[in-house]
Nanobody, 123 residues
Framework: QVQLVESGGGLVQPGGSLRLSCAAS????????MGWYRQAPGNQRDVVAT???????YYAESVKGRFTISRDNAKNTMYLQMNSLKPEDTAVYYC?????????????????WGQGTQVTVSS
């Protein structure tokens, strides 16, 4: 089976930086689009940034110029560098990946999510 494991969340002061990581493991054939989403209490889960296998990126307007998404294909790992953090960035951050994997004697495509990591921006 395929798993996504996030790390790197925590408490940071406004203006500070954090780097989130998301490592994919399992019978992976290809990782297609990857992305980061976040969910604040009482809100829906919203997209933060996405990165396709062709290196096309998308950023939510609220994080443009402050966050950078990247991936290391050799390590099946994705990153989110977050700079100039604001209190409104406080949320649980989830990584997402569309993965082609080998399971049940066939190649399959499916969406996978990490367990979430808390990011709190507060003085």
């Amino acid at each position: 089976q395929v798993q996504l494991v996030e790390s790197g969340g925590g408490l940071v002061q406004p203006g500070g930086s954090l780097r989130l990581s998301c490592a994919a493991s399992g019978s992976i054939f290809k990782i297609n689009t990857m992305g980061w989403y976040r969910q604040a209490p009482g809100n829906q889960r919203d997209v933060v940034a996405t990165l396709t296998s062709g290196s096309s990126t998308y950023y939510a307007e609220s994080v443009k110029g402050r966050f950078t998404i990247s991936r290391d294909n050799a390590k099946n790992t994705m990153y989110l560098q977050m700079n100039s953090l604001k209190p409104e960035d406080t949320a649980v951050y989830y990584c997402y990946a569309r993965i082609t994997y080998y399971g049940g004697s066939a190649y399959r495509d499916n969406d996978f999510w990490g367990q979430g990591t808390q990011v709190t921006v507060s003085s």
